[in-house]
């Protein structure tokens, strides 16, 4: 009888150790998916590492969690997340120099380190804090890039930690640190975009002024001495006269493209009149040059917004209408802004739309003088916005959304 309840018991300590196990792994797993989530997410960096200490908490039962990200410049790694009990990234520690208490030494080194059993640690800081929170254990780990360190990721526990969770804590500070440089690099990315965007902008604004100021008023004189030098031609030389006013004519020509190009390069009134009248302006002229109706809903509202916001938008719109008379067939687009809980703008035909592939920007690279729909996304977005693409058989919409409207000048 003696010996059936040992082995009962030991299979009841069998099953519960096999349970355990079993929860242990399923948290572990739910650890590294809810980090790959947010390490994946549009969220800004430090919402992303805040959710990544946050998931840490929850998963493995840490006390608190906290990640530092180092600044080269000054050689302190400064707080960037907090998680658990302690949730303030502007406290005490939130300024640690490299070799300074065990968060500096473990970027210093470059290495992790474990303990469970802080209270007689040498480099605790405050061991009677770490008495009375209940405190038991420490893991930190070094991001590293290569033989670059990027920061610390540190946990403290109220139970020992075992070596199953160390290794998961391990991979997760691994990802954290592929995370933090890919999100980096992305960053840097758009800034260079942005850069190249508005030194285009820039390169537009000038070729405008120039075709405007000189190239356009050159054209001008020849016209008006083409002109002149014809009523100074006698009658009988029916020939002279017939050639020169073809010349006038060809001159007159030029004239008119010249300041066509120079509006599509960048339109003046964009500048010194607003994001309204400029889509006024440059509607009315697509008008003329395309027979496409062009109706307008703008809100009044809506005000003048910062330079590099109206020049977004405008793009926006100029590539939009290009597309419509290119590709949709269209006789008729509708261009509404207005602001609700942001700042909309919508142009819309009723042609016959676009394909999958057209929508994301991976054929037709689009009028030469616009943006084509992979740098109007990009252009949205710098400014803080969305762009969407609707588009059936019926007819396609470009919708632009910022929250709060942008910022007003």
Known sequence: MCARRNLSAKQS?????????????????????DVGSALASAMDLRRILQKCAEAIVKHVEATFVRVWLLNDDQEVLELQASAGMYTRINGTYSRIALGKLEIG??????????????????????KKWAKREGLVAFAGYS???GKRVIGVV?????????RTILDTLGSVADAIAQGIERIRAEERLRQLSGQLLRSQDEERRSIARDLHDSTGQDLVALATMLGQLSGLTPSKERKKRLLISECNALAEKCIREVRT?????????????GLEDAIRD??????????IRVELELSPRVGRMEREIELALFRVVQESLTNIHRHSGSNRAKIRMYRN????????????GLSTSEQRGKEEPGFELGVGIPSMHERVKLIGGRLEIESTSHGTTVRVTIPFGGKRT
């Open 341 to 352: 809980s942001g700042l909309k703008l919508e142009i819309t035909d009723i042609g016959r």
């Open 154 to 162: 540190g946990m403290f526990f109220k139970h020992s930690i075992t």
């Open 261 to 273: 190009l120079s509006y599509m390069l960048h339109p003046p009134v964009l500048d010194h009149a």
């Open 105 to 126: 030494h473990i970027a210093r080194k470059k290495t992790k380190y474990v303990n469970n059993d802080i209270v007689h640690h040498s480099r605790i800081h405050d």
């Open 13 to 33: 300590r069998r099953h519960n150790l096999e349970r355990e196990a079993l929860k242990s792994l399923a948290s572990q797993a739910a650890l590294r998916a």
């Open 143 to 145: 991001l590293v890039i």
């Open 282 to 291: 440059y509607a009315k002229g697509f008008n003329n040059r395309t027979g």
